[in-house]
């Protein structure tokens, strides 16, 4: 049976625990799996790309087939040089399908042997995303229920010293 990688692209700004709990399934699937952490060139993140990687590392520790790398550009090239044959992406609602279904159409014009693998998080999880995240701690909301402890805690002190 060959050896399959595959990736999982995104900002991750920050990672959630619907982004780790797609991760958990991810390293099941697959042999070995490159989290993707994005330049977030189209996005102006909260973190910088070195903390969200650092989230994404610690965050991912406990898999040894898991490793992080960034990316900038199209995500098509990162995967292709990689020779990754599937891209992961994570699916929480029916809002969310028909962006990534025309997104897999797009992705397998541009790397037609990649395939692209839909997952969807726990359902605790599914209504989870790094926007509400960001928006919930700087109006001073809690967000231990969505993010790992270190993360919570990285976006306290971030929000406090803006």
């Not at 619907?18 to 042999?31: C, K, N, S, W």
């Not at 928006?135 to 971030?158: C, H, M």
Request: proline share 4%.
């Amino acid at each position: 049976m060959p050896h399959v990688l595959a990736v999982y692209p995104g900002t991750f700004d920050p990672i959630t625990l619907g982004h780790e709990d797609v991760v958990q399934r991810a390293a099941l699937l697959f042999d070995e799996l490159i989290v993707a952490v994005a330049a977030g060139h189209h996005k102006k993140t909260l973190f910088s790309l070195d903390e969200r990687i650092e989230m994404v590392r610690h965050a991912v520790r406990g898999y040894p087939q898991v490793r992080v790398e960034s990316f900038s550009g199209l995500m098509r090239d990162f995967i292709v040089a990689r020779g990754a044959k599937a891209m992961v992406r994570g699916l929480r609602a029916v809002t969310d399908f028909d962006y990534e279904f025309q997104l897999a159409g797009m992705n397998r014009h541009l790397m037609p042997e990649v395939e692209t693998v839909f997952l969807t998080p726990s359902d605790k999880f599914q209504f989870i995303s790094s926007t509400f995240v960001r928006e919930i701690a700087s109006l001073g909301g809690k967000v231990d229920k969505f993010v790992s402890p270190e993360v919570q805690e990285r976006l306290r002190v971030r929000l406090q010293n803006q």
